[in-house]
């Protein structure tokens, strides 16, 4: 069984920066599809962005293409979110998933496929 531990999130102004991190411990990470979901006040959970366990497939919501990034380093057993210009939009509690998958291109964005969950870490973003 793994466990998630996101950090990073915090408050940033509007077209600012954060890099948010996963870090997964209890399993063979490199097994595992990861995800970041976020949901803000009063909204269900989306899904953002998930990568393969390979690394090698991706998937990124139309809100976000072009600003986040995904990535994964195996040999860390960390899943990182790159986010750039930031909008107020985008506050939410961000939280990281894990699902184990067979395929080296699964990348699964219904967040009911997913086992396992972080605590989550707050984004803010002020205009």
């Known amino acids: 069984q793994v466990q998630m531990v996101e950090s990073g999130g915090g408050l940033v102004q509007a077209g600012g920066s954060l890099r948010l991190s996963c870090a997964a411990s209890?399993?063979?990470?490199?097994?595992?599809?990861m995800g970041w979901f976020r949901q803000a006040p009063g909204k269900e959970r989306e899904c953002v962005v998930t990568i393969s366990r390979s690394g090698y497939s991706t998937g990124y919501a139309d809100s976000v293409k072009g600003r986040f990034t995904i990535s994964r380093d195996n040999t860390k057993n960390t899943v990182y979110l790159q986010m750039n210009s930031l909008k107020p939009e985008d506050t939410a509690v961000y939280y990281c998933?894990?699902?184990?998958?067979?395929?080296?291109?699964?990348?699964?964005?219904?967040?009911?496929?997913?086992?396992?969950w972080g605590q989550g870490t707050k984004v803010n973003v002020s205009s």
């Open positions: 209890g399993g063979t990470f490199s097994s595992y599809a």
């Open positions: 998933a894990a699902i184990r998958a067979g395929g080296e291109y699964y990348t699964p964005r219904d967040l009911r496929e997913y086992n396992y």
